[in-house]
């Protein structure tokens, strides 16, 4: 009677490690829109070699969009590259709770409060790549300023920022071009922005691009060795958005990936002036 239940006992052991062992991350797939064709596995790894910035967009609300961006996080994880995970979900300030959060020093309920303050899309759509970090030791850094000081830019524009408010942005001017103001017209839609000013909401939306970019920045200024994965709003994302104030600012290769959206960010609506690839769905 004993062997045939240690036979069971050591099949159960092995579907129980299976269970528990990270599973193996998809083959990543990108549509390259300026060859306008598909890279796979290590095809697709080599476009992103060398590479100090990926900005990986989304919407928010996506959990398709989440699981691409975390296929992007494993894949270069697990080709060698020290990676770190940049948040438009989380502020500057909150820095010291992702780092309790990367080092296992802080439960999830006890985070879980720390990531609603920062942020009001539900933890579940997120949760994945938060927990794929947490697992891994990647660091996650938060990119964003206060929503009130972006609220205050959108309702009343940059001009009602008082000098200390304006000395949190280090520097930020707030220069709309005709070309940002067609470009947010587009990402985001003319209005249906309540009773905001469509200026003003152009401005808000450069003051947050602006301040991402320049967080970006100093983090790999004192993180040489690192690809800073972005996760962000495909409205910030595109090249338009953050990707031109990094332009500005440096000549770091920066490369911009898209989830695959029917009607929105497929090979047929989205060009190279709005991304450099699209992540492929299954």
């Given at each position: ?22 599973a193996k991350a998809r ?73 309790r959060w990367v080092a ?32 891994e030791k990647i660091p ?143």
């Amino acid at each position: 009677m004993l062997k045939p239940m240690l036979k069971i006992t050591a099949l159960a052991a092995i579907v129980l490690a299976g269970w528990l062992a990270p599973a193996k991350a998809r083959e990543l797939r990108l549509f390259d829109l300026a060859g306008q064709k598909v890279l796979s596995g290590t095809a697709a790894l080599e476009r992103l070699r060398g590479v100090r910035f990926v900005l990986v967009g989304e919407h928010h609300d996506r959990a398709d969009h989440h699981r691409a961006q975390l296929e992007v996080i494993e894949a270069l994880q697990q080709s060698g590259r020290k990676v770190a995970v940049g948040l438009e979900m989380f502020r500057r300030d909150s820095q010291a709770d992702l780092d309790r959060w990367v080092a296992g020093e802080t439960s999830e309920d006890r985070f879980k409060p720390i990531y609603l303050d920062n942020w009001n899309f539900g933890w579940d759509l997120y949760r994945p790549i938060f927990d794929y970090a947490r697992r891994e030791k990647i660091p996650m850094t938060g990119l964003n300023v206060s929503s009130n000081l972006t609220a205050q830019v959108a309702f009343h524009g940059f001009e009602s920022l008082n000098a200390d408010q304006r000395g949190s942005l280090e520097g930020i001017t707030c220069n709309v071009t005709a070309q940002y103001r067609d470009f947010v017209r587009r990402a985001y839609g003319a209005h249906g922005h309540g009773q905001m000013d469509f200026g003003h909401f152009c401005e808000a939306q450069l003051v947050w691009d602006t301040a991402m970019a320049l967080n970006a920045i100093d983090y790999l200024q004192h993180h040489p060795d690192t690809v800073l994965v972005i996760l962000a709003g495909s409205g910030h994302a595109r090249k338009l958005g953050i990707p031109a104030q990094l332009a500005k600012r440096t000549t770091w290769p920066v490369v911009v990936l898209l989830p695959e959206t029917a009607g929105i960010f497929d090979p047929e609506h989205t060009s190279a002036q709005d991304a450099d690839f699209l992540i492929l769905n299954e």
